[in-house]
């Protein structure tokens, strides 16, 4: 991919993803960070989790940073494996984190479903990398990339467990008497949705830029009530909580 000049939609396009993927690596950093304070690992999984989820932005900011400084962008499949190649070790990392926040019943069987299926997608998505990568999908430029159905419905799934995994503890949260926690779980769900909504945007972002300017800015909101929910700054306290 040999590129000299970007439109002006892709370097807008290039410039937010940078910016939301600086952004989720610093939330990540910190959440993790609190592993070794606390020496819980649900932060350490937590933390690296939200910074393997946001890896398809990783793949157009480097792209974009290539072809700024060399003229040159990545390659087709160093794309697709950096935006990706590490979703589903991401998403068995969260089922970790997950069942390890509540006593499930069933915690082995959901951890061997969920990684099996992660385990089968990855396998499938490396095979066809190296084969015949059309069967994943096409990138159409340095920042962007249409995805087979086989992908798609990864994606999908992607969202649908976040959806449903960051409700079920924020609405667990709510319940709690501590106001604080309370606080945390609307945070969560906020994060949850926001992601969600940001994603699908992003799916139609090349029609407009106005489009793409409101995903990537519901993206990076995203990452910051995600932050707030795991480690809430004592000035959100102060603002939401009238006891702090």
């Known amino acids: 991919m040999i590129l000299t000049n970007l439109t002006e939609i892709e370097l807008i396009n290039g410039i937010f993803s940078i910016f939301f993927a600086i952004i989720s690596i610093v939330v990540g950093v910190k959440i993790v960070s609190k592993h070794f304070k606390y020496k819980e690992k649900t932060f350490l999984f937590v933390g690296l989790t939200w910074i393997g989820l946001v890896s398809m932005w ?27 190649g590490l979703l589903s070790v991401t998403a068995f990392i969260w089922m970790i984190a997950f069942t390890k926040l509540f006593p499930l019943k069933h915690k082995k069987n959901i ?31 340095p920042v962007d990339a249409v995805y ?16 449903v995994s960051g409700t079920i503890i924020g609405m667990i949260s709510l319940k709690s008497t501590d106001q604080e926690i309370k606080l945390k779980g609307k945070f969560l769900i906020i994060a949850a949705y926001s992601f969600a909504i940001g994603a699908a945007f992003e799916v139609i972002s090349h029609l407009s830029l106005i489009i793409l300017i409101i995903g990537r800015l ?19 306290k102060k603002a939401f909580i009238k006891e702090v």
């Open 58 to 84: 990783y793949a157009s900011s480097i792209s974009v940073i290539m072809i700024l400084s060399t003229g040159k962008g990545i390659s087709d499949k160093l794309y697709m494996f950096i935006g990706n």
């Open 218 to 236: 519901i993206l990076i909101s995203s990452a910051i009530t995600f932050y707030c929910g795991w480690f809430l700054p004592n000035w959100i």
């Open 148 to 163: 087979s159905p086989l992908v798609t419905v990864f994606h999908i799934s992607l969202i649908l467990l976040i959806i």
């Open 111 to 141: 951890l061997l479903i969920s990684g099996i299926y992660f385990g089968l997608f990855e396998f499938f998505f490396i095979y066809y990398l190296f084969t015949d990568p059309s069967v994943l999908g096409e990138v159409l430029g």
